[in-house]
């Protein structure tokens, strides 16, 4: 008899980093979900047997509304929250076609880095915005 507590059981997610005119996609969580109203990376979490790169496809389609074009891994990254373990995995990527609209998020901006401080994010996106910032990784 093996139970699995939502604690134990990773979540995967894909994330998207899109940077045009020197400005990052960024999307505002909904109200009700986990980390309601923070700022993130677009992107959303992995169903079982689906590829990384056709998740962040996915995700960006039903949350924005735009097609994409996933590029290189930048990395992948591990966080535990008191009730849930994610794995993150930040991808670059360009938009295809298609004008953002806020279909399954609360907002999207385009933001240069220097205003990043201005906006709160999850716990788990900190250590990759550290990386991303100090130029130990590259978008």
């Given amino acids: ?3 699995e507590k939502a604690a134990d059981t990773a979540i995967e997610v894909c994330a998207a980093v899109i940077v045009e005119d020197d400005r990052y996609l960024l999307t505002r969580r909904l109200a009700e979900s986990h980390c ?3 700022w993130e990376f ?3 979490k992995r169903k079982a047997g689906e590829r990384l790169e056709d ?3 996915r995700e960006l389609r039903e949350e924005l509304g735009i097609e994409i074009v996933v590029g290189e891994l930048i990395t992948t990254l591990s966080h535990r929250y008191p009730d849930r373990m994610v794995i993150l995995h930040f991808f670059q990527a360009s938009r295809l ?3 953002p609209q ?3 998020c ?3 901006r385009w933001v240069r880095q220097p205003d990043f401080a201005d906006l709160v994010f999850p716990e788990a996106d900190i250590a990759f915005l550290s990386l991303l910032f100090s130029g130990k990784i590259r978008s």
């Fill in 1 to 3: 008899m093996r139970q």
């Fill in 36 to 38: 309601g109203l923070l």
């Fill in 42 to 44: 677009p992107g959303g």
């Fill in 55 to 57: 998740c962040l496809v």
């Fill in 97 to 99: 076609r298609g004008e």
């Fill in 102 to 104: 806020a279909l399954e």
């Fill in 106 to 108: 609360s907002e999207f």
